[in-house]
């Protein structure tokens, strides 16, 4: 076992209501094996209590330091690193432009292994220890991102990008011999499940990019993986953009919304995640709720391709469950500090829905308990809990500096409260604050 001294944030747990934050000035968190051997929580709480039930275990001190959750990234795209900040009139012309020919460049598995390796330390350097990603439509990308995060032992979930149509002939799924692209596609996903998901930390995710770029056959088809394997998550997008909306309705006439396309091959349920959902009306919230789904918000990204503004009253009065999402490439940082201040400038924009004032715990909760809490990670019917501190949580944390610049120095001193240090460290944190990430060890 091992036990670390610092101040500490952690979180309430869900059944005591989203959001609130808990945190000791003077903090022991104590770690050690489960009965699996993970690392994960022993005790956490306040030093002159906790060090006494545990007066064996070593302590590492980290004067001045904050610990706290590991973040979660419910939505990123491994391929598209190289994309950030490629300037764009929207979303459609972005990824023709931009994405695609990019993506392209994973169907070398050379060139997906180097970007693996970055794109992982990329994500651990600014303190994100779960992440939902996206690799392309080449089986390579996805091989090379798993075995570059069971590496590290990140807790990572990505899958092959099925897209069949409306895409570069470069990018759409390939048949082989007498196999469709399209079956093809479905034969890759489910092999794909069987050589990685449950594996270590890695889980699988199938993964249509979004409606228009595949066929009814390839949604259908997604849908009965999903049914078939239960606990496999889902990832795509919706309800972004406007020209992507009307292209979707055109192409799904049939569904009552972009949204209900999904719903109607199967492809919603607990532990699907949707990116974006910006452009939603009350029956596409209540079928949020009432399927489970969660959305991945991407506030960076919304605000670089000007896709619209993430309607936070919405959410809360039907009542669905979200996280924070950085969507590089679309989106412009790997760091949770970005993008938890951009969903505070995203919730505040009060032209085009109301505007609101997100308190920083709920900003915070939004990239680690309550993100994990969207993905299903949250300890739930026995399983891994990540996201907090609480006992039981897999053992991801970050060492935070307060002091890490002479702003972040003057202003922090300055907190006079929880919210009040926080808010400073949201507002003008980034990777610097990030002096240590911990990933949690088997033995
Ligand atoms: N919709 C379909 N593909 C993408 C993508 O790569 N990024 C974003 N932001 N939206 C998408
Ligand atoms: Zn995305």
Sequence with gaps: MNAYRASLLWFAPRSEGVARALFEKDGLLVVGPDLQGR??????????????????????????????????????????IDVIGSPASGLLPWLENYTFPEENRFSAP??????????????????VTTALTFATSHPESVNALFAEAQARRMRMITGLVLMD?????????????????????????????????????????????????????????????????GDVWIQSHVAENKDEITWARELFPASRSYLATYDDFGLMRERAIYAHCIHFDDDDRALMRDTGAAAAISPTS?????????????????????????????????????????????????????????????????????????????????????????????????????????????????????????????VLGDDRLVEKTVISQAL
Aim: glycine residues 12%.
């Design 165 to 229: 149509r409306h895409a570069p002939d470069f990018l759409v799924n390939q048949g082989q011999g007498s196999v469709s692209g399209t079956e093809q596609s479905l034969r890759d996903t489910e092999s794909l499940i069987q050589r990685w998901h449950g594996v270590d930390r890695l889980g699988y995710a199938i993964t249509p990019r979004f409606a228009p770029t595949s066929t009814d056959a390839q949604l259908r088809g997604a849908g009965e993986l999903a049914k078939q394997f």
């Design 39 to 80: 690392q994960v929580v022993q005790a956490i709480g306040g030093y002159s209590t906790v060090s006494k039930q545990y007066p064996q275990v070593p302590v590492q001190h980290f004067p001045g330091r904050i610990i706290a959750p590991g973040f979660v990234d419910l939505h990123i795209h491994y391929p598209q």
């Design 302 to 426: 919304n605000l670089f391709l000007g896709s619209g503004f993430f309607d936070y009253e919405g959410a809360d009065r039907v009542g669905y469950q979200y996280g924070l999402a950085s969507d590089v490439g679309g989106g412009t940082s790997f760091s949770p500090f970005h993008t938890m201040l951009a969903a505070y400038y995203v919730g505040r924009e009060g032209q085009t829905k109301p505007g609101l004032s997100l308190t920083p715990q709920h900003l915070w909760w939004q990239h680690t308990a309550g993100a994990a809490g969207a993905l299903g990670l949250d300890g739930a019917n026995g399983g891994p809990a990540v996201g907090n501190l609480l006992p039981g949580c897999e053992a991801d944390f970050v060492v935070l500096n307060p002091q890490a610049t002479p702003l972040l120095a003057r202003k922090t001193a300055l907190a006079s409260n929880l919210d009040e240090l926080l808010f400073s460290l949201i």
């Design 110 to 127: 050379d060139h997906s292994a180097q970007a693996a390796t970055f794109f992982v330390a990329e994500l651990l350097r600014n303190g």
